[in-house]
Structures are given as structure tokens and as C-alpha cells.
């Protein structure tokens, strides 16, 4: 076994380690990251509220949502927002890609094509950037995460949502929310992530799935964590609103029960899907996506292409013994003919 490598202070005396670790900090920090996230849920949930929400900006305020005859014969649309971040110099390149019109149609039989679809053309554009001559200018547009809404009024999940995620686990990250966790009390919302995440257990569907702990983390972080996974799915509020309350200003909806504050754990999980989302889980969906979606769908590509050169090999071996038969086939004939020939001139010269 080779020798570790040692590291020695410098005259600063600093660590040739933490010098290099700077290093790559910096030039990581300097270039940016990207993150894409993708929505998906029908009308009504509270989709554009959160999301505006979550980042504080406003994507939809030309958005025109369709009444009752023009959702008859609405398709699912794919439409991107893209937005910059900067928090303490580092800079976020945030994708967000809605999908208006999901199962807002009559018939929703396999309304979710459209996102597979989308899904599949950026691991497509991806697989020939990387693929291609010139790679050290990749950009990276594959969808990291998708939201799903899931309708806090009927019990449980529907089978549009099902066959939508059974579709689409192996191909994103997926995380489930209680939409409008508001309309339901603390008792209800307790019972209904229950109930999901049996009938997630159930049907088979892979949802995210948090990373475990190393036995070295603190237990105030082993806490965080488990906490995370006990919340699947998010019970979420979305509000743009300031309302004011016993002296404080903070977000929210009014009622004439009470008020409901978007950041307050008790009320929601919406400060927990933030942090999760934005700074302690986003490197992690982009390693899963990275590693186990983007690889199985890379590994299926290259499959397919064997499997079609093996199959061009086996057509082309064909189309040459093919040609030498037909190759030897005209030869005797041409011997044929010429003794034919032959034979006529030789009769031809006895009767002369």
C-alpha cells in the first residue's frame, strides 16, 4: 500500500489543504451553480402561490388561466422560468418549468407524457453534449426535483397521481406536498400524510429518499433529519400577502377563524421544504440525478445503440453473403451460356 500523501504549513503558516480547498471553493463559488425544478399538479393548488413564495418572485403575472370550456380540450404545456439568485456572493441559477394544463383535461389518460417527454429530451440534449467534441461548456438543463401538488380534498391519492409517479419515479427526484394545508386542521393533515405515504408504500412508487446519516453527525442534525422524512409529504402554504397581527408583519392568509403565517412550523412545513430545498438537500437531488436517473437512462442508450450495431453487423454480414451468392450464381450462368456458345459454332462449322 502507497504512503499517504502529507501536507506541510507554508511560510504563512497556512495548510497547503485548506489553500487548495479555498481554491476549488472559489472557482466553484465564481462560476455559479444551476438547479432545475419542476411543478406539476392540477389547477387550483396553489402551484404559482408557492413557488412565488419559496423565492421570492413573481413568474405568473401574465399568466391567463383558462375557464371551463377551454380546459375541455387543454393539452399539458411546458413552459420555463428562469431566474437568478445571489445569497452572501453565491449565485443560484434557478430553472423553473411549469406544467399548466395537468390534469385539468376531461380525459387525463396519460396527461403526464408531456413531462416524461420533457424529462427524457434533457437527458437526451445532456447525453450528446456530453458526447460530443467540445464538453467543458455543458449545460446542464436536466430537472433535478419535481414538486408534486396532491389535492388536500379527496382521500388520499388519486389514480392520476399514481400512474403520474409511477411513470416518472425512475426518472426524477420527486417530492410529494399536501397542497393548501391550510383548508385542513393539524389532526387532518397528520392523518392524511399518513394515509399517502401507506398508499405510496404501497403502489410502489420511489419518492426521494433522504440521505442517512453517518455515524459521526451530531445528534441535532441526525434530528433535522429524521424530522424530514417524517414530514413526507410537505404540508405546504403558499401566500404573497403581508398581513398584519398583534404587532408583527409577516406572510399569510386572514380567516375569520384566525391567521395562518406561510414560515411558521406550526402552521406548515413550507420554512422546512425551503431550507431542504435551497440548502441543505440541493447538491444531494443533483448527485441522485446525476448518478442514478441520468445513468440509467445513459446506460439504456447505450444498449439500444449496441444492440442496433449488432443488428446492422448481422444485416450487413447478410447483405454480403447475399452478394456472393448472387455473384456465383451469375458466374454459372455466364459458363453456361458460353458453352451454349460453344457448341452452337461448333455445329455451325460441321455443316459447312
Known sequence: MSSPIRFRSNKKG??????????????????GFTFTLMVA???GLGKSTLINSLFLTDLYRDRKVPNAEERISQTVDIIKHTIGIEEKGIKLRLSIIDTPGFGD????????????????????????????LNR??????RVHCLLYFISPFGHGLRPIDVECMKALHVKVNIIPLLA???????????SKKLKMRDEIKQFGINIYQFPECDSDEDEDFQRQEQILKDSIPFAVIGSNIQVDSKGRRFRGRSYPWGVVEVENPVHSDFLMLRNMLVRTHMQD???VTREIHYENYRAQ????????MVQERKRSNQSATDFLLLFFQLRKM????????????????GTC
Open 14 to 31: 497556512k495548510s497547503i489543504t485548506f489553500t487548495y480547498l479555498y481554491q476549488v471553493h472559489r472557482k466553484t463559488v465564481k462560476k
Open 41 to 43: 399538479g392540477e389547477t
Open 105 to 132: 383535461a376531461v380525459n387525463n389518460t396519460a396527461s403526464w407524457k408531456h413531462v416524461e417527454d420533457y424529462i427524457d429530451q434533457q437527458f437526451e440534449q445532456y447525453f450528446r453534449d456530453e458526447s460530443g
Open 136 to 141: 467543458k461548456n455543458i449545460q446542464d438543463n
Open 180 to 190: 393548501k394545508a391550510d383548508s385542513l386542521t393539524q389532526a387532518e393533515v397528520h
Open 285 to 287: 437531488l443533483k448527485d
Open 301 to 308: 442508450c447505450i444498449q439500444s445503440m449496441t444492440r442496433m
Open 334 to 349: 455466364q459458363e453456361v451460356l458460353e458453352r451454349i456458345q460453344e457448341q452452337m459454332q461448333q455445329s455451325q462449322r
